[in-house]
């Protein structure tokens, strides 16, 4: 659907629609809506309660997300669509990045090679799948000429991107009140608020550009409607992963998803794949599949753990099995203890008295000498 609304020729002009920033706004205020609904609707629990630093960290949220859109859009500009696919398949790295500079989250060792494996693995996929199809030609000069600065687009908004991410996972590692369905709500009503402001600045026509447009090319209302109800309802589960498993399992899924997608089109479609493709596309499996295996074994019982817990169940056996009768030596040094522990509580039980005495005594005395 946003392909759709930034690409469809509208009205018999063929006009498109190129104001991002409403459209980034329809679909936030949509988003917030709809994980309010599913608040309160749907999970039958009360809002948040905010307070200043709550609100301090979803504004921060707000503006590091609704500022890394635009680098997004104004490098379609300068690169093809390929290229922007390919430096998206890069987005774990950046997150785990900036997880470390800002926050320094650790990860185990395994990660940093299902990140190394999934990210080469997809990027040489679509790199060897690009190259084959690359020309020569006037074309093909410019786009490489214009790409540099284009690539530096991606690049912050790549940066952008993992700072968002990671700033969401120190929100939810710092206050476990906040739910998926928080974030969703209140990271959506400050990016409206936001944008909102931006628009309404009088020196930035786009909004009044943007109703001028909706209202000469109705068909446009519908597709971004639509996009924002489709958009919202992904973030649904969006970010139920993204409090649950973190942002760079949330990553890793949406890049995976993004590759089986090719995938399954290239088998649909019949288009044959060469042994670089098919090489790249075991890498990528193989991190997959290295992550799953090391987080089941992770939760497999150490054998350690296994060892403390016979050695455990042989002692209460033996204890168990001993004949009726048998003198058992940890019992016999509990009577011991016990024994000792009531003489010395005696012992001081039988010094009460005096002690008692011997203060009435001296408060006499205190008496008789202030008369």
Known sequence: MQERVTSAKYGADHQQFNFTIVLNLIQAMMASLVGYVYIRGVQRKPMLEMNAHRWKRFFQVALLSSSASPFGYMALRYINYPTMTLAKTCKMVPVVFMNKLLYRRHYPAYKYAVVAMVTAGVSAFMLFKTSSRRGGGVG???????????????????????????????????????????????????????????????????????????????????????????????????????????????????????????????????????????????????????????????????????????????????????????????????VVLTAELQASMGQKLDRVPATRHELRRRQQLVEVAAS
């Open 140 to 334: 093909a000069a410019e786009v490489v000429e214009n790409s540099f600065y284009g690539l530096f687009l991606v690049l912050i908004n790549l940066t952008i991107d993992g700072a968002v991410n990671s700033t969401q996972d120190q929100v939810f590692a710092e206050d476990p009140e906040i739910t998926g369905q928080h974030m969703m709500c209140m990271m959506n009503l400050c990016s409206t608020v936001l944008m909102m402001a931006w628009l309404l600045n009088p020196f930035n026509p786009e909004l009044v550009s943007a109703l001028r447009f909706l209202h000469t090319h109705p068909r446009a209302v519908a597709d971004i409607g639509m996009f924002a109800v489709c958009g919202s309802l992904g973030q649904c589960f969006v970010f139920y992963t993204l409090a649950k498993f973190g942002s760079l399992t949330l990553t890793t899924v949406t890049v995976t998803r993004k590759f089986l997608t090719i995938l399954i089109s290239v088998f649909y479609n019949g288009h044959p794949l060469n042994s670089r493709q098919w090489s790249a596309t075991g890498v990528v499996f193989s991190g997959i599949a290295l992550d799953v295996y090391m987080k089941q074994a992770s939760k497999r019982p150490t054998a350690r753990t296994i060892s403390l817990d016979e050695k455990s169940s042989d002692k209460h056996g033996a204890n168990a099995s001993r004949p009726l009768g048998t003198p058992d030596k940890s019992a016999k040094v509990d």
